[in-house]
């Protein structure tokens, strides 16, 4: 519960401090975009797949951290539930957003990316992502209609200077 109130105060300070333009009032579009991430964000440590895949538009697209596409949104629920049934074990992850910035691309789509740690005692993948998701606003609400993840870790020592 801690984690999710923890999500929720960092998805609502990115939303206000992390906008390139620094607005010092939230738009509603803002509330709007965090709102869904914030949903996607809890559906996922909880292990809720099909609340999650609510938060995808029809044709959203997802790489994955091993880089296969996957497109669709039942294609996407059913990679996800496998993921969590299978290779986290159906156990609850926590999640932490870090650095998060938003910036819009017209009135009916934005970019937003943060970074990420996920956590869980049966998740060979835990640490450090940072993450990419593209927002569309569809029939007057927002989705996310592409996401990616990709692992933060030390890249290797060169052998040059």
């Not at 969590?84 to 159906?90: G, T």
């Not at 569809?138 to 060169?158: A, L, M, T, Y």
């Amino acid at each position: 519960m801690m984690k999710n109130l923890f999500l929720a105060i960092a998805v609502a300070t990115f939303l206000l401090c992390g906008n390139a333009l620094a607005q010092t009032k939230q738009t509603d579009d803002e509330k709007a975009i965090g709102a869904v991430l914030m949903k996607a964000g809890q559906a996922w440590e909880s292990g809720d797949v099909a609340k999650f895949a609510e938060t995808l538009t029809a044709d959203c697209v997802h790489v994955d951290p091993f880089g296969k596409l996957i497109t669709g949104r039942e294609n996407i629920k059913a990679t996800l539930q496998w993921v969590r049934d299978e290779v986290y074990k159906k156990e609850k992850l926590d999640l932490e957003i870090g650095e998060t910035t938003l910036r819009f691309l017209n009135a009916d789509a934005a970019i937003v990316v943060m970074k990420m740690k996920e956590t869980g005692k049966n998740n060979p993948t835990s640490g450090a992502y940072l993450e990419t998701f593209t927002v569309s606003r569809v029939n007057n609400e927002w989705k996310i209609s592409s996401f990616q993840g990709i692992d933060i870790r030390e890249p290797p020592k060169s052998p040059t200077k």
